[in-house]
């Protein structure tokens, strides 16, 4: 946000507009940031004293001209999708969700679950023979196959678990054979 001329700092303005969101809001905001971001913030709302109306009126005039001013098509949905994603998770851990973002929409058929949660892949299959069930889970990424795993009835999974095992076994042999 930038400085109107208020005399307040971007911190300082940050805690009026905490202030006037009320403390459930707020509180919701300051779980997002960082522990020193918190800290200079807090100290901010504590030490601010003798806050005038046109002040508040001020702070929130503008975070609200900079919210009317985004818009995610001016800069284009995935590039905006990325950047909300990193500022959210950090680069490290945005990296692998935006590649499931946005290459899970252009995906089709077992492609598709690889985008899916792992708990809505066991409700999708769990009813289905272990052998289609361990054919399914052979096409995902190892960390989702086990993820969709512990979702599965035990008697399913252990079941499960020995096909895969088996389906292994028979493609090591049909490769060796060639």
């Known amino acids: 946000m ?11 303005r940050s805690a009026i507009l905490l202030m006037s969101l009320g403390e459930e809001y707020a509180a919701n905001i ?3 940031m960082e522990p020193r ?7 901010a709302m504590s030490s601010l004293s003798k806050i005038s109306s046109e002040q508040i009126n001020e702070v929130l005039q503008e975070f609200i001209d900079s919210l009317q001013g985004q818009n995610a098509t001016d800069i284009g949905k995935d590039e905006y999708v990325s950047k909300v994603l990193v500022q959210a998770l950090g680069s490290e851990k945005a990296d692998n969700m935006i590649n499931r973002v946005l290459e899970g929409r252009n995906v089709k058929g077992l492609e598709t679950l690889k985008w899916m949660d792992p708990v809505a892949i066991a409700e999708l299959v769990g009813a289905e023979h272990p052998q289609i069930i361990s054919i399914v889970l052979s096409q995902l990424d190892a960390d989702l196959a086990a993820s969709v795993l512990t979702s599965l009835d035990e008697e399913t999974r252990t079941d499960v678990l020995m096909r895969v095992a088996k389906t292994e076994d028979i493609s090591w042999l049909a490769s060796s054979a060639k």
């Open 2 to 12: 930038a400085d109107r001329g208020s005399g307040l700092s971007g911190t300082e």
């Open 37 to 43: 971001e918190v800290h200079k913030v807090g100290t």
């Open 30 to 32: 300051l779980k997002h």
